[in-house]
């Protein structure tokens, strides 16, 4: 998908609801969320545990919701309707920055190929802009009433991603050419500026889903727990990227798996 359409998408659907103020069918929250993530990518073996606990960081977002089932304009329910009742839409910038290391079987080789993969390195910084719709199985009427305390929910949505790869090696010193610093399956690819290695800053889009809670703390916020999975649309955004017919394990692009907790606060307006 070209990045140009999918940000004037993302930007059309932020604007035009605040187009007819005297219109406006639905309220305001706003909110932080935090929490770890697990970066799954073609460092290390993807469902090992080793690089599954230690190729992890922290995510932190500012998100905001339209509100469909309470009017801003008249501090008023909307009318009583399957949509204002159980969904919400959810904008959102998030950030996050993962350092990288091969992990597994063949890095704990005692071997140079053993060496070389785990003398590299890597990270990965990026930002995320976009929007998911969230459904409610329960009455979010009820639910801000105080009819109950948790109300669960599921969303679908796609962000906006721009990505800073690095990467890095102990035995990267004077003289030393690449194939005596990494290990040579990764130096064959198209991309990079070492063949399958890459530190180029790049955008790509992904399709995020998740499953929820909100907690009811007052009558005007929420505590929010949820689990989330992104998945990009490039093998890039870890800044390794070999070619698959000389290096088997890459059969899948880069996501992320993240848990993070928020603060929701409902706006008067």
Not at 69 to 75: E, I
Not at 83 to 96: I, Q
Not at 246 to 252: A, D, E, L, R
Request: aromatic share 14%.
């Amino acid at each position: 998908m070209n990045t140009k359409i999918l940000v004037a998408v993302l930007t059309l659907c932020l604007t035009t609801p605040f187009t007819g103020k005297a219109q406006l069918t639905f309220s305001n929250e706003v909110g932080v969320i935090a929490g770890p993530l697990l970066f799954q990518s073609d460092f290390g073996l993807r469902y090992d545990t080793d690089t599954n606990l230690n190729n992890q960081a922290w995510g932190i977002g500012i998100v905001h919701y339209f509100n469909f089932s309470y009017r801003a304009d008249c501090n008023c329910y909307t009318r009583d309707r399957y949509f204002n009742d159980h969904f919400k839409l959810r904008s959102e910038a998030d950030l996050h920055y993962t350092p990288l290391t091969h992990e597994g079987k063949e890095s704990e080789k005692d071997t140079p190929e053993g060496r070389d993969l785990r003398d590299h390195k890597g990270s990965s910084l990026v930002f995320e802009l976009g929007m998911q719709l969230e459904y409610f199985p329960l009455s979010l009427r009820d639910f801000q009433a105080g009819a109950y305390k948790i109300a669960p929910y599921i969303s679908l949505g796609a962000h906006f991603v721009s990505f800073k790869p690095n990467h890095s090696s102990v035995q990267d010193i004077p003289g030393a050419t690449p194939q005596d610093i990494y290990f040579d399956p990764f130096l064959i690819g198209d991309g990079g500026d070492l063949g399958g290695i890459s530190s180029n800053a790049g955008t790509t889009w992904a399709l995020t889903g998740s499953i929820g809670i909100r907690y009811k703390l007052t009558i005007l916020s929420d505590l929010n727990l949820e689990f989330r999975y992104h998945k990009y649309h490039s093998d890039w955004v870890d800044g390794l990227n070999p070619d698959p017919e000389f290096y088997s394990p890459n059969k899948y692009d880069d996501s992320i798996v993240w848990l993070n907790i928020g603060y929701i606060y409902y706006l008067n307006f």
